[in-house]
């Protein structure tokens, strides 16, 4: 995969007796919109620091744009943005002039207005950041990422402590980063926003990929697909991984007999359902290794 | 922009955040002049002891201008994840830390300027006898207790604890290093423990710059003590520096 903007094989980070990050791999090709789905502790921010080039991987390979981030090369920071968790700002200074210093430092920078102008602040331009509510400055933090025209966008945990409507704005900002042709590399904790942004998402636990690909194909090893019918006043489920075998077999008994497959369903696990079960099971973490 | 023309621009962005910190400004700027003010007001003009005191607020303030002032602002910039947003950005660590740097060698300055200056107009003072003296004494100090504030920052849990931390080291350090009176008249114990501290030896050398016209062959030995000082908040910072 020549074209792939992150390419992560085998990923491992200990810090000290503890692993987390446990032999990760997948890649992210350009322009695509990547979502790391995991609950907290999973190693996804972990995950996305060695490739922001804040910590150094104990084993494995990783390539951003080509080049190996722990090295951070200036090349490298120069076509990648970073949006923080938190922070990172001057609260005596305004919004314009974080940003306008945050430019300079690019070789082709966008304009620091239509920049701020991007994010929603343009109202809010002069006023000193440390006046700003926190959605404002969450708001700053994606400016700051995209001033120097990145192509790759890391964005850890964007929407966490939002409101529904600033959730929504924020969204609708990581579309408009999609239609840029940026690449996104997205972190998140939150289903609906993975199932709502990313084109692909991995699932993390413990240190390790569960499942990954669509939000609408993923799905565990072991749920498969789901057949259901209405037999006798009540509903009968089948789980299956093939569901044209297990069709051919209900439906051939059911012309045999003469009857309708009352209510028949073919569902795929939502992704909810399918984050659930691999979530929240407790086996220990070495059965679930691919 | 080149490395050099992003380090001008982080230190006028630095100027700019000095002065738009009124608090931080008057505790490196505000707080040694009104010291001085009023300690030399009750001594009055012409009287002895104005050169001890005039040499050692400018020792004083350049502890306070880099010293205490690394020490917060490392803290908080750690603190606030500026430090962490520096690293991940193309601002070469070079620029960003030479603007960072530059902001408190100018306040070294400015302030020792200020000092000698209203030592000279409005007590009386001489003015200094030997002015290459008074750079070199006021570089030195300024490398060494800058290093040493950026040391001091990495032991710092938050910002909450860094004003604890730093006036345990400002305040008795100021107390026994002979600003306000001569340090011949303390206990011995005290008086050994301030000869192996930096302060001291800065003050001395700053008093044969400004008072006594001993040069910098006669206090060679203060200014090394001086520089192995800054040598060591140069190791300690390196080795121990946090960025998160």
């Known amino acids: ?290 | 922009m080149s490395a050099s023309s992003l380090a001008w621009a982080q230190f006028r962005l630095e100027r700019k955040l000095f002065w738009r910190n009124p608090s931080a400004a008057f505790f490196s700027f505000g707080l040694p002049l009104l010291i001085l003010l009023l300690t030399a007001s009750v001594y009055g003009s012409g009287n002895d002891n104005l050169d001890i005191l005039i040499p050692g607020v400018a020792g004083m303030s350049i502890m306070a201008t880099t010293f205490n002032a690394m020490a917060f602002n490392v803290t908080f910039r750690r603190e606030q994840g500026l430090l962490k947003r520096a690293l991940a950005t193309p601002m070469p660590l070079a620029s960003y830390f030479a603007g960072f740097l530059g902001n408190a060698v100018v306040n070294a300055f400015v302030q020792v300027g200020i000092v000698v200056a209203i030592g000279h107009f409005v007590f009386g003072v001489d003015l200094p006898h030997d002015w290459l003296e008074l750079v070199v004494f006021t570089a030195v100090g300024v490398f060494a207790f800058g290093s040493l504030g950026i040391a001091l920052s990495q032991a710092i849990p938050n910002f909450d604890a860094a004003a604890a931390y730093v006036n345990i080291v400002f305040l008795p350090a100021i107390f026994i290093s002979g600003v306000f009176y001569s340090s011949t008249s303390l206990p011995a114990v005290l008086n050994a423990i301030a000869e192996a501290l930096p302060l001291k030896h800065v003050v001395e050398g700053l008093h044969g710059a400004i008072v006594s016209g001993s040069g910098l062959i006669d206090n060679a030995g203060s200014l090394l003590v001086v520089a192995l000082w800054g040598v060591v908040g140069i190791f300690l910072s390196v080795r121990s520096f946090r960025w998160e």
């Open chain 1, 1 to 290: 995969m020549s074209d792939a903007a992150i390419q992560v094989s085998d990923l491992h980070k200990s810090y000290g007796p503890v692993e987390a990050v446990r032999g990760v791999s997948f890649s992210v090709g350009r322009g695509e919109v990547f979502g790391l789905l995991g609950p907290n502790g999973a190693g996804k921010t972990t995950t996305v620091e060695i490739l922001e080039g804040y910590r150094e991987r104990t084993a494995g390979e990783v390539s951003v744009l080509g080049h190996d981030p722990q090295r951070r090369d200036r090349d490298l920071q120069e076509r990648v943005g970073v949006v923080l968790q938190s922070g990172g700002f001057h609260p005596q200074l305004t919004a314009r002039e974080a940003v306008d210093h945050a430019a300079r430092a690019y070789p082709h920078p966008r304009d620091a207005a239509e920049t701020i102008s991007l994010v929603g602040l343009e109202d809010s331009a002069d006023v000193r950041i440390k006046r700003m509510s926190g959605g404002q400055q969450r708001r700053l933090d994606l400016a700051m990422a995209l001033v120097g025209d990145p192509e790759l966008i890391f964005l850890d945990e964007p929407t966490t402590g939002f409101d529904p409507a600033a959730r929504r704005t924020a969204w609708a900002a990581v579309r408009a980063l999609k239609e840029l042709g940026k690449t996104v590399l997205l972190t998140t904790h939150y289903l609906d926003e993975a199932q709502s942004l990313a084109d692909r998402v991995a699932i993390i636990k413990d240190g390790r990929i569960v499942a990954q690909g669509p939000p609408s194909e993923l799905s565990p090893d072991s749920a498969g697909y789901k057949v259901s019918y209405v037999a006798g006043g009540s509903r009968v489920e089948h789980q299956t991984d093939d569901p044209t075998d297990l069709l051919h077999r209900l439906t051939g008994d059911a012309l045999a007999r003469g009857e309708r497959l009352e209510g028949l369903e073919v569902a795929r696990p939502s992704l909810e359902e399918v984050y659930l079960e691999l979530t929240a099971s407790a086996e220990d973490p070495a059965e679930e290794a691919p």
